[in-house]
């Protein structure tokens, strides 16, 4: 599928993702150089979303690896049914069967556990791979994730080696929980998305709850970028936003004051020690939202 | 730095690279060819994709791509500025984003490194007077004594630098059974199990990080944690150690890359206040900020070694050790100072560091630097340890 740069915001926009330029041209391009798209930032900004959206707006199907520590090429690439293998051997115990001809069987498709790399490489139309928070996974992993994505093919012994039929568009998240390697960075394009401005996070909200109230959703934005100056454990991502909004259209509010805030603290923010620190400075913040005046 | 006309719009690019790669950028030609591919795919004219494409395809991280905007900004404006075929200076020869390292104040180290003077003897002297011990002080320990202090603490180094990780390798005891290798070590034989395969956790090395204070009041000690410094960097891989005082440094390239007395020397010259006052909170605070994301995983043991006085703020000191307590796998403070029987934490550093300290030892003698040790291995439990002996 062809893609034009001038008709991704609008293949994003449909599946009501709000982009902006830097977006919008690291996804066209890591699409046009068919190269891997590292995706960092804060938690909560929409890193994820790029992926499932773009697999939407492509028509294909998201393919998701998660990593986590521990994670090993075993649970990356594929691995063979032993159990299954075991029984089918069993069964033909019996020697009707040739040995060779078992061999043959027991090595097929039928017993082989496609993990999410070999699974992306095996489509026939290329899909969208997600490979998330690349920086939980060990180091090790990731050096042997740079083999898969330099060579294309992945060799399994008793196979042989299966190339790419075709090449998945790989999306990469990160946390930086952990520095990612130079050769890894080398091979993808870069992305870094950070909190959305007042404006970009308001189109989202509109975007995604239609029937928001614009002037509670002014003011929840605003709150919002005040909040996340505050040295918290946990900003607040969009997520949360989202969250919020939707809680207070919900429950048909139109503005915020101090009570509502307070009580409904809890949808953004996820750490008692943050509540607590938000609700020292909460008439500070509402003063800089303009929820309420000096004077009151 | 220099910027020189090119009259093709590939010259220009090649010209923007080389630009970068002053300001800390590594670009190798892949890069090149990627950004040259990116613009041949653009419409033309539109000033905007322009350069999002050079952006999407020149950086590679974080801090690359916050700077980049500004850097674009500023070759252009050179570019325009260097006329046809000459060549134009820049004004500003800033290059110096890297972490400023403050130059070394020669003199008042050199006079710390070879000196005996009398005041600091009184100090020591007013210090050991303090000491009740059945063991030897580390501050007044001869050089064998202290040769032999080091093959030990080497010998526990090595010990702890094996921990066990979750990815699995074979074994021969009887853990967890290993399908994998069961079956296709079986299969050889014949469809019958015969012999089964285990695996278990894998060894996995400690990440350690030093955090070293050397500031007047640690004076006594300092030259002794140095060489504890040593003796473990030479036995990790994976060891970061820093000294600080009035300002951190990063001082883990010249242990690993000089013998020890050389290390020593080098490291007494680039440290400006060697012996001066400490601000703690600030330093460490640098530290968080500059090497914090980079150094601080699940898998890092934090080692300080400070008696907590602190000359500056310490409302920073509290941020940033809640900081590195959550993102580590333990924190260890190490203060002599604790060893002595009149001590409560109550000095302003250590009370605020207090809460996000999982350990607390003297180690002030090899014993209690053994037990602190051992809790490097051990994983967080919240136990406070004082040593009043």
Known sequence: MSIDLN????????????????????????????????VEGPAGVGKTEIAKVLAQALNTDLIRLQCYEGLDATHALYEWNYQHQLIYLKMH??????????????FSDKFLLKRPILEAISREKPP???????????????SFLLEVLSDWQISIPEIGTIKAKSKPYIILTGNRTRELSEALRRRCLYLWIDYPDF????????????????????????????????KLEKTPGVAETLDWAQALTTMHFTHLDKQIVEDTLGVILKDWQDIRHTQDSLSELLEKTGVISRLS | MLVQRQTTLSGNIIQLCKFLRTKGFSLS??????????????????????????????????????????????????????????????????????????????????SWLFNSEPEEEKDAVAYSSMEVLTEKNFGDMSTDEMRLIMAILRKIAKQLAHQKSRLKQKSKRNRSLDLKRTFSRNMRLGSDIIKLHFSEPKDKKLKLVLLSDVSKSMDIYSRFFINLIYAFQNSYDRIETFVFSTAIHRVTELLENHEFNKAFEIISKRVPHWSGGTTIGSCIQTFVDLYGHKLLTKKTVVLILSDGWDTGDSSNLKQSMREIHKRSKKVI?????????????????????????????????????????????????????????
């Open chain 2, 29 to 110: 030609t892949n890069e090149e060819s990627d950004a040259l591919i990116a613009l041949s795919l653009l419409p033309i004219g539109s000033k905007d994709s322009f350069h999002a494409a050079l952006k999407s395809t020149l950086t590679k991280s974080k801090w690359q791509f916050e700077q980049f905007d500004d850097l674009y900004e500023e070759f252009w404006e050179e570019l325009n500025k260097a006329v046809d075929s000459k060549v134009k200076e820049s004004t500003k020869p800033d290059k110096d984003k890297a972490p400023s390292i403050q130059k070394p104040s020669f003199e008042t180290l050199k």
């Open chain 1, 7 to 38: 008709n991704i915001r609008n293949i994003l926009g449909n599946q009501a993702y709000i982009t902006d330029n830097s977006v919008e041209m690291s996804v066209y391009l890591s699409m046009q150089l068919q190269k891997p798209l590292l």
């Open chain 1, 93 to 106: 115990d019996d020697g009707g069967l040739p040995k060779e001809k078992l061999e043959e069987h027991i």
């Open chain 2, 333 to 389: 403070w190490l203060n002599p100072l604790a060893s002595s029987p009149n001590f409560s934490p109550d000095v302003i550093g250590l009370k605020t560091a207090m809460p996000y300290i999982d350990v607390l030892e003297s180690a002030h003698n090899l014993e209690s630097l053994k037990r602190a040790m051992k809790h490097l291995k051990s994983g967080r439990r919240k136990r406070l340890l004082y040593t009043n002996r």
């Open chain 1, 128 to 142: 969208v791979l997600l490979i998330d928070e690349i920086d939980r996974a060990d180091e090790e992993f990731e």
């Open chain 1, 199 to 230: 404006e970009k996070e308001m189109t989202i909200l509109k975007t995604k709850i239609p029937n928001l109230d614009l002037k509670l959703g002014e003011q929840i934005c605003a709150f919002m970028e005040e909040l996340r100056n505050l």
